[in-house]
T-cell receptor, first 112, second 113 residues
Framework: GENVEQHPSTLSVQEGDSAVIKCTYSDSASNYFPWYKQELGKRPQLIIDIRSNVGEKKDQRIAVTLNKTAKHFSLHITETQPEDSAVYFCAAVHPNAGKSTFGDGTTLTVKP | DSGVTQTPKHLITATGQRVTLRCSPRSGDLSVYWYQQSLDQGLQFLIQYYNGEERAKGNILERFSAQQFPDLHSELNLSSLELGDSALYFC????????????FGQGTRLTVV
């Protein structure tokens, strides 16, 4: 089955710096890669997603890149703010099967 | 508010018991997903239903079962509960069964004592 590895498990940055979180997946058939942000005690919320026919997608301070050949995708957050502090999860979704495999999460701390 | 409703929010029960968690998806969403999140753990996919039919199965224990009813709400049944089943159980829904945004409910926190 699909296996998703996410790094780093914890990340601490200074406010205004950039943060990068990386995920690798094993099943080349996976074709949808969402990123979720989960604040303490709250539900995960989608922040950005990318499909396998796209190499990069950007939404304001957040961007995601996908390298299908290498089977990895990354989340980039620029100009980080304290409210970006949360746990971020990547996921790989297999077509037709609909099965989502999540990474173990990255705890991002943005220090003021 | 994501539009996905889960009940109850909290549940405390004893080992060996059986509980039912309920999820009402967003209006118009046909797909329902169940996830388990243990303390300080990531999200583990359990099972997915699409328009009443089981679509995908993850690492769901045999003691657990789920179903999606004609009105599209879903229930997750957990039986012979063990201490290790204590976790936050999330339900999510989406319009289609693949590659579309999934909206999460606020979760049901299950504590087995």
């Amino acid at each position: 089955g699909e296996n998703v590895e996410q790094h780093p498990s914890t990340l601490s940055v200074q406010e205004g710096d950039s943060a990068v979180i990386k995920c690798t997946y094993s099943d080349s058939a996976s074709n949808y890669f969402p990123w979720y942000k989960q604040e303490l005690g709250k539900r995960p919320q989608l922040i950005i997603d990318i499909r396998s026919n796209v190499g990069e997608k950007k939404d304001q301070r957040i961007a995601v890149t996908l390298n299908k050949t290498a089977k990895h995708f990354s989340l980039h957050i620029t100009e980080t703010q304290p409210e970006d502090s949360a746990v971020y999860f990547c996921a790989a979704v297999h077509p037709n099967a609909g099965k989502s495999t999540f990474g173990d999460g990255t705890t991002l701390t943005v220090k003021p | 508010d994501s539009g996905v409703t889960q009940t109850p929010k909290h549940l405390i029960t004893a080992t060996g018991q059986r509980v039912t968690l309920r999820c009402s998806p967003r209006s118009g969403d046909l797909s329902v997903y169940w996830y388990q999140q243990s303390l300080d753990q990531g999200l583990q996919f359990l099972i997915q239903y699409y328009n009443g039919e089981e679509r995908a199965k993850g690492n769901i224990l045999e003691r657990f079962s789920a179903q999606q009813f004609p009105d599209l709400h879903s229930e997750l049944n957990l039986s012979s509960l063990e201490l290790g089943d204590s976790a936050l159980y999330f339900c999510a829904s989406s319009v289609e069964h693949v590659d579309t945004e999934a909206f999460f409910g606020q979760g049901t926190r299950l504590t087995v004592v």
